[in-house]
């Protein structure tokens, strides 16, 4: 008489789990889940667009200079064209329909002169007589877009979304002398760091050479609609709605922008 083994409910189960996995029908299952499994993992991939884009002309129409090539002007150190760089992100939601997440940054200044031409002065001497402008932000950006083809390779979109800005502004005039019994230096500079909250419009030419890379170039008109102080830094002083020749209203509540930029789809 042999011996009886009692086996535990949890060991029949392990058992007959791996006897279900090394059957012939359930290997061809698992084989069939794994092969289905690659094919949707590989059209989601597809619908995935990795960007990185750079601004080369902003107007925001205030009289700034839009590409550093307005003239009187002298520019800091790394100042060729505007620093304006992002990152974006795009999401296939149907054949017609695009989503777009951007963050963008944004940061230029200048210094500026009313008189003909420069005098050969030090700059220690030459820099208090300079107007000062800086335009520093970060915005995250949302789109939904319609997706036109042109043909295999170039497409259009167009589309409107949401924006948030959180920005810094700068404007210092050279100092004034204020009548009154001595010479007295006023100065003039004002600065703000509001956060912004807008709306873009889009339009966009994309090429798309392989599967895996898209080319395109963008026009972005950013359009503010509430300011708000930096919760931060705030500060109850506001800049001049009005100062010319230099600005006709800074900081403007419209950024329009022509960008390029590389995206890689996977």
């Not at 220690?124 to 390779?153: G, W």
């Not at 979109?157 to 006023?186: C, D, K, N, W």
């Not at 909250?197 to 395109?216: C, D, H, M, Q, S």
Request: charged letters at 15%.
């Amino acid at each position: 008489m042999y011996p009886v083994v009692l086996t535990s409910p949890c060991v029949l189960a392990q058992a007959s789990i791996f006897n279900l996995i090394y059957s012939n029908t359930a290997m061809k299952f698992f084989t069939f889940s794994l092969l289905l499994f690659l094919i949707q993992s590989t059209s989601f991939a597809q619908r995935n667009s990795f960007r990185y884009q750079t601004g080369l002309a902003h107007c925001f129409f205030d009289g700034t200079p839009i590409v550093n090539s307005a003239n009187k002007v002298i520019f800091g150190e790394s100042q060729y064209l505007n620093r304006s760089n992002g990152f974006q992100y795009q999401r296939i939601l149907d054949n017609s329909s695009r989503l777009q997440i951007d963050i963008l940054s944004y940061d230029h200044f200048y210094r500026t002169y009313n008189f003909e031409n420069l005098p050969a002065l030090p700059p220690s001497i030459l820099e208090p007589m300079l107007t000062f402008t800086a335009r520093k932000y970060v915005d995250f950006q949302f789109c939904f877009l319609r997706h036109k083809p042109i043909n295999k390779t170039l497409a259009f979109q167009y589309g409107i979304g949401a924006s948030f800005r959180f920005a810094t502004y700068r404007y210092a005039p050279p100092p004034t002398v204020e009548p009154g019994p001595g010479p007295v230096l006023s100065d003039n500079a004002y600065s703000l760091n509001p956060v912004d909250i807008g709306a873009n419009v889009r339009g966009e030419l994309t090429y798309t050479p392989v599967k895996w890379l898209t080319l395109f170039s963008q026009v972005n008109l950013v359009g503010m609609f509430f300011r708000f102080e930096d919760p931060f830094y705030a500060t109850n002083v506001s800049l001049r709605p009005a100062s010319k020749p230099l600005q006709m209203n800074f900081p403007s509540r419209f950024d329009l922008s022509l960008r390029v930029g590389v995206g890689f789809n996977i």
